[in-house]
């Protein structure tokens, strides 16, 4: 069965540090990993995607990496930032569908 | 980058009426959308897939009759929730993305619907 999992569930950190997110997955067969932020109440912003050759994705802050051979994918934000609180998606794509398997997400709080 | 609008972001119905909500590709064409829902603290849960110009696809357990969806242009899909009841309330969130893009890439922001 197609599952992407992720954790841990929520998160609390200082404004200023780093924080790894983690999301396993055993979707077969893989197309892309996307991780998104989601803001409360808002609609998920992409933040990066990374097909089976990439092994990691920077956008900004945001560093995404993915070891297709464990089927692991990681999100290090690095120096938070209080807008960095929101909800962050692990979202995994079979090959041959449109299909988006979704975690449930991780919530992240930055604390000042 | 593609951006997808969808309006309206909040609205508060009564029971028994209906509601359109409509998603739009600004600057792109898409021929299909996507459209989820979302209840409180849980991941998005995909409803159907609007293609332009002929019927959606719903997912398993999604009413048809209920939730209706048109996709008459390249740019506009919308989403109807006919005869509305409280347990319908929830935020509703599309996706599309350009031809040759990866599926359902860009979502809109949401609509946050609310039956009294």
């Known amino acids: 069965k197609n599952q992407v999992e992720q954790s841990p569930q929520s998160l609390i950190i200082l404004e200023g540090k780093n924080c790894t997110l983690q999301c396993n997955y055993t979707v077969s067969p893989f197309s892309n990993l996307r991780w998104y932020k989601q803001d409360t109440g808002r609609g998920p912003v992409s933040l990066t995607i990374?097909?089976?050759s990439e092994n990691t994705k920077s956008n900004g802050r945001y560093t995404a990496t993915l070891d297709a051979d464990t089927k692991q994918s990681s999100l290090h934000i690095t120096a938070s930032q209080l807008s960095d609180s929101a909800s962050y998606i692990c979202?995994?794509?079979?090959?041959?569908?449109?299909?988006?398997?979704w975690g449930a997400g991780t919530k992240l709080i930055i604390k000042p | 980058g593609a951006v997808v609008s969808q309006h309206p972001s909040r609205v508060i119905c009564k029971s028994g009426t209906s509601v359109k909500i409509e998603c739009r590709s600004l600057d792109f064409q898409a021929t299909t959308m996507f459209w989820y829902r979302q209840f409180p603290k849980q991941s998005l849960m995909l409803m159907a897939t609007s293609n332009e110009g002929s019927k959606a696809t719903y997912e398993q357990g999604v009413e048809k009759d209920k939730f209706l969806i048109n996709h008459a242009s390249l740019t506009l899909s919308t989403l109807t929730v006919t005869s509305a009841h409280p347990e319908d309330s929830s935020f509703y969130i599309c996706s599309a993305s350009p031809r040759g893009s990866w599926y359902g890439y860009t979502f809109g922001s949401g609509t946050r619907l609310t039956v009294v």
């Open positions: 979202v995994v794509s079979a090959m041959g569908n449109y299909q988006l398997i």
């Open positions: 990374m097909t089976f």
